[in-house]
């Protein structure tokens, strides 16, 4: 057995996530014979790119934990703006997907829309924001609606798809989601730094870098540290442990494929022109937002 090193910046490990993703298959089978819908995010971001070989354009990223606080990328902002948040209130009628019919994109599809189509062997894909050791995900509510998320699982519930849950080491929480979700929500929040959320725990096994090593080089995969600095705020060390084929395939593509990735630069609103509902930063100067 030969064992390696590696540390991943919080973009490299979602690379490294989709590359594994677009390998499985249920997602082949999906993308080449069903429907296969992705929320945009940072983590599902290298998805479409993996599996046409372009990279996504337009609206690629709608809510998001940025250094203010929790807030809506800047382009998705400014749609909501120009529909002055009536028909995008609702999730249902959310446009941004990506949503891929036997192979071919289609953008601008409602949720909803789509949701009525999905049926057993279809797959949805949604990056998380937290995930526990007790067998539960989290995703972060700004909407008092449901969210996105709450649209997909009534329907998954009743049509049969999968749904696959993306989450970086980086999103593991100590304690239970179920219990700390409990303390969140916007009713129970009295003031934040940006948007106040609820937090959905959902029964699932997020895609982390784990199964990602496991799935493309059958390898297995240790965290051994986390964070950094310099920009590898996020970052996780791994150890790599396998057959030395494998191994050395594995670090061939960290040198080749994985190391260097970078998300888009991040479109950030001005707070005080912001009109975002439940935000309490929305219509106010931050001085050191500036």
Same mark, same amino acid.
Not at 190 to 210: F, H, N, Q, R, T
């Given at each position: ?10 973009? &490299?490990? /979602?690379?490294?996530?989709? /590359? ?13 014979? +069903? ?37 809506? =990328? +800047? ?41 009525? &189509?999905?049926?057993?062997?279809? @797959? ?10 007790? +067998?539960?995900?989290?995703?972060? $509510? ?25 989450? #970086? ?39 982390? =870098? @784990?199964?990602?090593?496991?799935? $493309? ?11 950094? @600095?310099?920009?590898?705020? #996020? ?21 080749? &494929? ?11 609103? /001005? ?20």
């Amino acid at each position: 057995m030969m064992r390696a090193q590696v540390v991943l910046t919080s973009a &490299e490990s /979602k690379k490294v996530i989709a /590359k594994s993703v677009v390998k499985m298959e249920a997602v082949k089978k999906a993308f080449r014979e +069903g429907l296969l819908v992705i929320h945009p995010s940072s983590s599902t971001y290298f998805i479409p790119e993996e599996l046409t070989g372009k990279k996504p354009e337009g609206i690629w990223l709608v809510g998001m934990i940025a250094p203010r606080g929790a807030c809506v =990328e +800047g382009l998705t902002l400014k749609v909501m703006e120009e529909d002055k948040f009536k028909e995008l209130s609702d999730p249902a009628n959310f446009p941004f997907s990506w949503v891929f019919r036997k192979g071919r994109l289609e953008m601008g599809t409602k949720l909803m829309d789509v949701l009525r &189509e999905m049926k057993e062997g279809d @797959v949805y894909i949604k990056g998380i924001n937290a995930v526990d050791t007790h +067998g539960y995900v989290g995703v972060l $509510l700004a909407s008092l609606a449901g969210g996105t998320i709450g649209k997909v699982l009534a329907a998954q519930k009743e049509r049969k798809f999968e749904t696959l849950y993306l989450g #970086g080491l980086e999103k593991l929480l100590p304690g239970s989601i179920q219990e700390v979700a409990k303390e969140t929500g916007r009713a129970n929040t009295a003031d934040a730094l940006g948007v106040p959320c609820g937090l959905l725990p959902i029964k699932g096994k997020a895609v982390s =870098e @784990v199964e990602a090593f496991k799935t $493309l080089f059958e390898v297995e995969a240790f965290p051994i540290s986390a964070g950094g @600095v310099g920009g590898a705020e #996020g970052a996780v060390m791994l150890v790599l442990k396998g057959e030395e084929d494998r191994v050395r395939a594995a670090m061939k593509s960290m040198h080749e &494929e994985i190391k260097g990735t970078k998300l888009p630069k991040v479109i950030m609103a /001005k707070c005080g022109t912001c009109h975002l509902p439940g935000c309490c930063f929305a219509g106010k100067k931050i001085a050191w937002d500036e």
